[in-house]
């Protein structure tokens, strides 16, 4: 026997006298232990800068107390408001017409509101669903406290929009800090007086296009930097490697360049009396007076964001090209098979992985970019990330911005478990 252990009438032991099952169990569980403290920073760093954020985001995607809660920010003191329109909104159901009680509960609320100086805070969680409702609440609290019974009428009187059912409807979904209008109103679905939901009104139906612009414009980018990246993965992975690296340093060029930086510069190359008009213009190609419009568009956009994210699909393509053996291709050829037969049955097979890896990466990127279509796109080319960064900025309807926000990450999650269930996560390959 080694001389770490012997043999005894109990069984093998360690020189200490210590059974050696457990002694090899404290050696397991210490392994253990420090592997888990070495990855314990990293835990918690994605714990609070990733974890905790996406969670923060999915709850203040249903959550909005703006309507029942006053938050004073000079004492920080957090003040119930509206108690009495949702002891109202309570006692009845859905679908029951205002009566004399609720707008007078109505009216008390809103001197209430007047005298906590909330009206506003309060019309702009109703502004959310109902456009104009923030005028109406500080005007209401305003006249509230002069107001006399029959307080409907006299309500009505101040402004007829207080009869407005679907202001009611509003004002009962939003009684409770937890609601899903907003996860509605992201799909361009809003619920009625009666509750049922159905579609906006056509002029105000923008998040769905919106959705869909976004992914078309990113499955193309996807497709086209796909059709750029190939042959020059295939071109590095093929010539000397003294060769293959001095190409390889203009691939990462551009990430030794700021965003803003490439950005910039296509807007200068792709405007109207830029760069590429005057070349065409100069050669005869065009005529000065029919210059071509490549700028705050969805053209200027694809252009730019196709440049900007081709080095995130050369990567994995040349990570899986690099190791293919030539002598296969040269084989098949050998036996008779043509260069395109050769190609299209033996070396791109082994490049599916490093498409999808490509693929996969570049279309997430594409799906959740900002700041080049906010610049070279326009009106035009406008993704629903400028239009989450709009609430989040300068409606302040962060709520709708976090719902909005959920809907993109649930389509990414789906999209990742489509990857796994169709080509597998084992093969992702991005280096």
Request: glycine fraction near 8%.
């Amino acid at each position: 026997m080694a001389d770490s252990t012997t043999s005894t009438e109990i069984g093998l032991t360690t020189v200490d006298g210590k059974p050696l099952k457990e002694a090899l169990a404290y050696a397991q569980t210490r392994a253990r232990r420090r592997a888990l403290l070495l990855v314990l920073p990293l835990l918690l760093f994605i714990l609070v800068t990733f974890i905790l954020p996406i969670g923060q985001m999915l709850q203040r995607s249903v959550y909005n107390d703006g309507f029942t809660m006053h938050h004073n920010l000079g004492t920080g003191e957090d003040t119930p408001i509206m108690v009495n329109l949702a002891a109202w909104f309570d006692d009845n159901e859905l679908g029951v017409e205002p009566d004399e009680a609720a707008y007078a509960a109505l009216v008390t609320d809103l001197i209430e509101l007047k005298r906590l100086r909330a009206p506003g805070s309060a019309g702009t969680r109703i502004n959310y669903g109902l456009s104009g409702s923030r005028s109406l609440f500080t005007q209401g609290a305003r006249k509230a406290a002069k107001l006399e019974a029959p307080f409907k009428e006299a309500l009505i009187g101040v402004n007829e929009k207080w009869e407005n059912p679907k202001l009611w409807q509003v004002m009962r979904s939003a009684s409770s800090s937890y609601t899903g209008a907003f996860y509605l109103a992201a799909i361009d679905r809003t619920q009625n007086a009666d509750g049922d939901v159905e579609r906006v009104e056509e002029n105000r139906r923008v998040y769905v296009k919106l959705f869909g612009r976004t992914l078309a414009v990113s499955l193309l980018i996807t497709f086209l930097t796909f059709l750029l990246a190939y042959p020059i993965a295939h071109l590095l992975a093929t010539l000397p490697l003294r060769y293959s690296n001095l190409l390889m340093i203009f691939v990462l060029l551009p990430f030794w360049t700021s965003l803003l930086v490439r950005t910039t510069s296509w807007m200068i190359l792709l405007q109207s009396q830029g760069v590429l008009n005057d070349a065409m213009v100069g050669t005869g190609i065009l005529d000065d007076a029919n210059r071509i419009q490549m700028m705050y568009n969805k053209t200027g956009t694809i252009i730019a964001m196709t440049h900007i994210l081709l080095p995130f699909m050369v990567l994995p393509l040349y990570s899986v090209m690099r190791p293919i053996n030539p002598s296969y291709v040269r084989a098949a050829r050998s036996l008779g098979a043509t260069s395109w037969t050769a190609f299209r049955r033996i070396y791109f097979p082994q490049t599916v992985p490093g498409i999808g890896a490509g693929a996969l990466l570049v279309f997430i990127l594409a799906v959740g970019y900002y700041i080049t279509p906010a610049l070279v796109g326009g009106a035009d080319g406008t993704l629903i990330s400028n239009l989450i960064a709009f609430h989040m900025t300068k409606s302040l309807n962060w709520s709708m911005a976090a719902a909005l926000a959920s809907l993109l990450l649930g389509g990414i999650l789906i999209l990742y478990w489509l990857y796994d269930r169709l080509v597998g996560i084992d093969n992702l390959k991005l280096g």
